[in-house]
């Protein structure tokens, strides 16, 4: 007895078709987008006027536009930082931790010289920020060089020590004792904070990303550390058959994807909070990781994610007021990246129909054997 | 510090021990299948607001209990519909899972933030056992998951490494190819291990909104999840093992809430760093231990598998 | 010759994305026979016997079993139907034990095991085939030829009608060899059908009840046993007369290039491997590695380039010892290498030919500006060579993982080439690859020859290795077991060094 029927495999295509590229972004944004409606719908909301509220808020007004632009100023930096890593195959999803380490050392630099306008305040700041950001990645990085202690785990907790380390700063020794006992410090002076534009709140923090998007693309794709990197980030065999130092670049790559992200913190305290406080960061670090991943790693097209995932944070700020929890941003994000790892396998792999056929058993036959 | 606060600690630790457990459990089986699942922390926060808004409506934690299984393996489901039949990268999957599973957690849970439970799981010593001293009210004097516990441990760890079906699970993770060419198969057993280690993770995140709290609140989980991964790494993907594991993570959790309560000249918040900090500290030591022992993850952990590749 | 077919396979077409690796293959197995599958490497028999297995749907054709036709959608499938297949890369779990491999996947075995009982079962089984293990052992454990039983024992039990064997003797000592055909005959006269895949021809003469030789994807013939002699298997085969060696126009320079002195390494397993091997190429020489596979080719390639420790001994390019060198250093000291595993080792396949091309010399010479890369000169460069070497590209930036083999070779080679070293080593060169690719391979690595390149060219194809060698060098078990200039010897000798010992053994083409 032969059954027949249709069967679907999934087949790996030779050639990824280029348009997909193009396609399966734009259409799991949509998809995302449809889910997260399915979810407003059910607990009672219009989706279609939360998501024009969101729209408006976000991009619909000077105020708007802005605040969409402070909020990109962080999450460049820290997707360029993961970015970095991730090139190399090293998931740091530390960022988080690391941009808190980052606003430690800056405002230690600034509690320190309080007053001091002085000239090198600020590229104090910015140095050690990064300094200190990229050790505390250097940390999980060593491990991971020598014994191939898992990175991923090893980064994600010491976001956890940094975060409780900012905390214990701010609900101690450095609590402003004028802040009515509120978990922050005392504002810094003028020569620590950052130059912002007009009336906004966009401040200079926002070359950095820029200027940094660039470095990456350079670094990358025009040195021969970058390309050491891009090796080893896809064929680690072919990395050490051609002499690459892998050991090495891991714990290069992982200092300055810390540093990156440590950056991020200097500029959060420096350029909006002008000051540490507790909070800091609503998770600018694991932001980062989506917006890296779905910019397939690229330095340019993480600016623009960047300026999208902004106007998402701002947009569901904004809605907060009629009853939208925050977290709904957080929950698309998370559906965002769902669609575009499925998407992207269709770049790879095409769906093929198949006759079924069930097999029958073996025909008795003599079983003397 | 005298016999009655060293109990106390004890007891603590098993309670604060058995969330990190039964995600752990789930996360040994997911990984003996060769499924990376770092959604944990995910699913557990969903299997905690499911499980706690169903009590709360239902007054009853085991229809909570139920829902949150429910919820933690239809989150697994996705992970592995990514990861086995499209196989998508399991790492990014399992971050896009954790931090669905924080924005959806947060989303439902918004009106039921600091309610307070009024029919949690509550503590029902086993009579008889519980009266032993000090064994009895370390070990029994808890509520009904810690028991199931305790039952969990060692039936999953003969399951595992005593019955067909574990030695099939443990094929699939080890060399699918070998267990394909044998006739098994490879992708509906991972499945279902993803799904059931889901579930399992789901029970955890449960047992924080029913019983350790017993409350919501955003983020409760503050990387338990995340710690079981780890733990599976120190249990060399052993049941038995994860159990002293999750409870030394729960008495580093007790610890520092005792040393809190006897005014201890340390910080609250290194007191919290310390589960974290361990953790890092024993996955070197255990990796490095893993190493020269030549105890290894599931060989095929972490990669798809494809019958044509050539 | 009236005995039923346990097994046929009608007009069986196999297609990959750009080969056909079947083209209408027939092939029956009978009751007690055993049936030989003789064809060259990338004829098509493992396909052939994977489609059997049910781990490849066949695109057309039918597969008929004892008179029913049936499909197998999974190896499972082929279990239940009485097909079993040993795989040349045995598919066994090392961290389990010989009784747990066996079992798997069986479900009349009780739901919880008891293994005492199944290992008692299973060394009754293995005594009546006279199959000696220990059902206890964990797999890691067993030498090659016990894994291989525990394969055959794997299949019996399942119950088995049809056993395959892909390449069985490839991994065996002589003596191996020989109790392993006896095994086989036993299966058969008990009524099984056995099908050996091979592409030595001496096998076929020791046990072949009857032969199917493939060439290109194709059946070309199937003999009986008293039709079978060597001369026309071999022109079957081949389809063409051996090509005997090249022409060479210079001999071979003076210069010692390369010296191993008493080298020892391990394997992957921590074992000893190479053994006190020892020998010299000079400049303008191609010395042949012969062996069976598995026998330290892989691993004296390694120990060349860098990549693999050395534990004893000491190795000289040039007179400077570089001996534990970093694989950098010794790409400085002129080694090139094209490995066994071209896309997994030799190349990045997601990145273009651009930068595949630059992998050895990206931080030398030209390319160098700076910490910046040339790219202008890299490009200019790639498209000289593209040109040079007849590589055929869609797109200097394409991944090059979706070009043929061949490209893929003449890409490696390229690049190595070009970096002009003192040394290349090159490993199986034209596996894989069709006969003009092979050939095209071939005239590369004489004209570097001829311009005084040293090359160490380590072979499974003695066929290849006398047609390009100056001198012969065979390695079994990790030793050389002789050195000969290619011109004295003849393939019988080069054949028994490969035993290890002077005792009559295969003789592969």
Redesign the interface.
């Known amino acids: 007895m032969?059954v027949y029927g249709t069967k679907y495999v999934?087949?790996?295509k030779?050639?990824p078709s280029s348009s997909a590229y193009v396609v399966i972004p734009f259409s799991s944004i949509i998809l995302a987008l449809l889910v997260g409606a399915a979810?407003l719908v059910l607990?009672g909301h219009n989706f279609f006027e939360v998501y024009t509220a969101m729209f408006r808020g976000a991009f619909g007004s000077t105020y708007g536009l802005s605040e969409t632009v402070v909020r990109t100023i962080p999450l460049t930096l820290t997707s360029l930082g993961v970015a970095l890593a991730f090139r190399m195959q090293l998931?740091n999803?530390g960022g988080e931790g690391q941009l808190y380490m980052g606003a430690f050392a800056a405002t230690w630099v600034a509690l320190t010289f309080p007053g001091g306008s002085a000239w090198w305040v600020m590229p104090a700041m910015i140095l050690l920020g990064m300094l200190v950001g990229g050790l505390w990645a250097l940390l999980?990085a060593i491990?991971r060089a020598i014994?191939?202690?898992?990175e991923?785990?090893?980064t994600?907790?010491?976001n956890?020590?940094a975060i409780?380390?900012v905390?214990?700063l701010v609900?101690?020794p450095w609590k402003d004792p004028h802040g009515f006992n509120f978990p922050l410090t005392a504002t810094f002076s003028s020569g620590a904070i950052l130059p912002s534009l007009g009336n906004s709140r966009i401040h200079a923090g926002l070359f950095f990303g820029l200027i940094l998007a660039v470095i990456f693309y350079v670094v990358i794709y025009?040195?021969?550390?970058g390309?050491?990197i891009?090796?080893t980030g896809?064929?680690p065999?072919?990395a050490?058959?051609?002499?690459?130092?892998i050991k090495k670049n891991i714990m290069l790559v992982m200092f300055f994807s810390g540093a990156v992200c440590g950056l991020a913190g200097m500029s959060e305290v420096s350029g909006i909070a002008h000051r540490l406080q507790h909070g800091l960061s609503p998770g600018y670090g694991?932001t980062g990781?989506?917006i890296a991943?779905l910019s397939r790693l690229n330095p340019f097209v993480i600016v623009i994610v960047t300026f999208l995932f902004g106007g998402l944070q701002v947009g569901g700020y904004i809605v907060q007021t009629s009853g939208i929890?925050?977290?709904?941003?957080?929950?698309?994000?998370?559906?965002l990246?769902?669609f575009v790892?499925?998407g992207?396998?269709l770049t790879n792999?095409q769906v093929k129909k198949?006759p079924?056929?069930?097999?029958?058993?073996?025909?008795a036959?003599?079983?003397?054997? | 510090m005298n016999q009655e606060i060293i109990v106390a600690i004890l007891a603590t630790a098993i309670t604060a021990g058995t969330p990190i457990l039964y995600a752990a459990l789930g996360e040994v089986l997911a990984e003996r299948a060769g499924i990376l699942n770092l959604g944990v922390e995910g699913i557990m926060l969903v299997g905690a607001v499911s499980g706690f808004i169903l009590a709360l409506h239902t007054a009853n934690p085991w229809t909570g209990l139920a829902v949150a299984m429910l919820a933690g393996g239809l989150m697994a489901l996705i992970h592995a519909l990514l990861t086995v039949t499209l196989k998508a990268n399991q790492v990014v999957s399992g971050l896009a899972l954790t931090m669905f599973g924080t924005g959806l957690s947060g989303y439902l849970g918004k009106a039921y933030v600091g309610k307070p439970l009024p029919v949690p799981f509550k503590v029902t010593p086993i009579p008889v056992l519980s009266d032993i001293p000090v064994i009895g009210p370390v070990f029994f004097q808890h509520d009904p998951l810690v028991y199931l516990s305790y039952i969990l441990v060692p039936a999953l760890w003969f399951f595992v490494f005593r019955t067909r079906a574990g030695l099939h699970l443990r094929a699939v993770g080890e060399n699918p190819a070998a267990a394909d060419s044998m006739g098994i198969n490879v992708f509906f057993i991972r499945y279902i291990y993803v799904i059931i280690g889901g579930m399992l993770a789901g029970i955890g995140g449960a047992y924080l909104s029913l019983h350790y709290v017993p409350s919501w609140m955003e983020n409760m989980t503050a990387g338990r999840g995340w710690i079981a991964v780890a733990l599976v790494i120190f249990a060399t993907w052993n049941p038995a093992n994860a159990l002293w594991g999750a409870y030394f993570f729960g008495g580093l959790d007790a610890l520092g809430f005792r040393l809190q309560t006897l005014n201890v000249m340390i910080s609250p918040y290194f007191l919290k760093m310390l589960p974290y900090i361990f953790t890092i500290v024993v996955l070197i030591l255990v990796t490095k231990r893993n190493i020269t022992n030549h105890i290894g993850a599931p060989q095929a952990l972490g990669l798809p598998y494809d019958r044509e590749e050539r | 010759m009236t005995k039923p077919y346990l097994i046929e396979l009608k007009n069986i077409t196999k297609r990959f994305p750009g080969v056909i690796a079947n083209d209408k293959v027939n092939f029956n197995v009978k009751q007690g026979e055993i049936h030989v599958l003789l064809g060259e490497n990338g004829s098509g028999k493992s396909t052939l016997m994977s489609v059997l297995a049910g781990l490849y749907r066949p695109d057309e054709g039918e597969i008929i079993v004892r008179g029913t036709q049936m499909v197998f959608r999974s190896p499972g499938d082929a279990i239940s139907a009485g097909v079993g297949m040993v795989h040349q890369h045995f598919k066994l779990i090392d961290s389990f034990s010989v009784a747990e491999n066996v079992i798997l996947g069986d479900h009349n075995v009780a739901p919880v095991l008891n293994m005492k009982d199944i290992e008692n079962n299973l060394a009754q089984l293995s005594q009546r085939y006279g199959l000696h293990i220990d059902p206890s052992a964990r797999v890691w454990q067993l030498s090659v030829g016990e894994k291989q039983r525990v394969e055959i024992v794997k299949m019996l039990y399942r119950g088995s009608r049809v056993l395959i064997l892909d390449e069985p003797t490839a991994v065996l000592t002589p003596q191996e060899t020989a109790e392993l055909f006896k095994n086989l005959r036993e299966m058969a006269r008990s009524g099984r059908g056995v099908v050996v895949i091979t592409h030595k021809m001496q096998e076929v003469m020791e046990i072949a009840d009857r032969v199917t030789v493939l060439r290109k994807g194709k059946a070309v013939a199937t003999l009986e046993k008293k039709q079978i002699n060597r001369r026309d298997l071999a022109w079957l085969m081949v389809g063409q007369d051996v090509v005997r060696q090249y022409k060479k126009k210079s001999p071979p320079g003076e210069h010692k290039v390369l010296e191993l002195q008493g080298v020892h390494c391990m394997n992957d397993l921590g074992r000893p491997c190479l053994q006190n091997v020892t020998f010299t190429v000079h400049s303008g020489e191609i010395f042949g590695i012969a062996g069976v596979a598995g026998n330290g080719q892989r691993e004296l390639a390694e120990v060349v380039s860098g990549l693999r420790p050395v534990t004893g001994g000491s190795i000289y390019i040039k007179g400077n010892e570089i001996t534990g060198g970093s694989p950098r250093r010794i790409i400085d000291h002129g080694v090139a290498l094209v490995p066994e595993d071209r896309l997994g080792t030799g190349l990045v396949p997601n990145l273009g030919a651009v930068d595949n091309l630059i992998l050895k010399d990206y931080r030398t010479g030209k390319l160098q500006r700076g910490p910046f890369l040339n790219l202008r000169q890299a490009r200019e460069n790639t498209k000289n060579l593209v040109n040079r070497f007849e590589i055929k590209l869609s797109s200097l930036d394409a991944p090059v993982k979706l070009l043929s083999g061949g490209n893929l070779q003449r890409l490696l080679l390229a690049r190595e080439i070009t970096a002009e070293p003192h040394l290349l080593v090159a490993v199986y060169p034209v596996r894989g690859l069709d006969i003009k690719a092979t050939e095209a391979i071939h005239n590369l690595l004489l004209q570097q020859r001829e311009k005084g390149m040293a090359i160490l060219l380590i072979s499974e194809d003695l066929d290849e290795i006398f047609k390009l060698s100056d001198r012969i060098g065979v390695l079994c078990n990790g030793q050389i077991t002789g050195i000969i200039p290619a011109e004295m010897t003849d393939i019988e000798e080069v054949g028994l060094l490969m035993m290890g010992s002077d005792q009559a053994g295969e003789i592969a083409l």
Do not use: C, H
């Open positions: 032969i999934i087949e790996k030779l050639a979810f607990s998931w999803i999980p491990p014994w191939g202690v898992n991923i785990i090893t994600l907790m010491l956890y020590v409780f380390w905390d214990f609900y101690g025009r040195t021969r550390w390309y050491e891009r090796v896809e064929n065999g072919a050490r058959y051609a002499g690459i130092n694991f990781i989506i991943w929890p925050s977290s709904m941003v957080t929950m698309l994000q998370g559906l990246l769902f790892l499925g992207e396998l792999y198949v079924a056929k069930k097999v029958t058993a073996a025909p036959g003599d079983d003397s054997v």
